[in-house]
């Protein structure tokens, strides 16, 4: 499986930005999708996940009614809505993809595939 990630930019805070993450290979119904970030000096930080069949998703507090993960099964797409951003929310944003649990989705030591990460900058 390879993940191509792409959306990034920099934007005003308040504003918006839609991360896109375009899968391809074999991918299989059990698998979860998910969105991880990271800033320099820090570990990388879960931040919403998707089954890749099913309508549940699972968000970090710290976006949680700000940001919205949907997939697009026809094109093996994942997308990562952000609303209201902030200057806190600064980082490289990496797409991920495997089969785990919802108990174990918010590790990033669950996933073997990965994205190349693209960089969000909110600007204050």
């Known amino acids: 499986v390879q993940l191509q990630a792409c959306g990034g930019g920099l934007v005003q805070a308040g504003g918006s930005l839609t991360l896109s993450c375009a899968a391809s290979?074999?991918?299989?119904?059990?698998?979860?999708a998910a969105w991880f970030r990271q800033t320099p000096g820090k570990e990388r930080e879960f931040v919403a996940s998707?089954?890749?069949?099913?309508?549940?998703?699972d968000y970090a507090d710290s976006v949680k009614g700000r940001f919205t993960i949907s997939r697009d099964n026809a094109k093996n797409t994942v997308h990562l809505q952000m609303n209201s951003l902030k200057p806190e929310d600064t980082a490289v944003y990496y797409c991920?993809?495997?089969?785990?649990?919802?108990?174990?989705?918010?590790?990033?030591?669950?996933?073997?595939?990965w994205g190349q990460g693209t960089l969000v900058t909110v600007s204050s």
């Open positions: 991920a993809l495997d089969s785990t649990t919802w108990a174990r989705a918010r590790s990033d030591r669950r996933y073997r595939f």
């Open positions: 998707i089954m890749w069949s099913g309508t549940m998703t």
């Open positions: 290979g074999r991918i299989f119904s059990n698998y979860f």
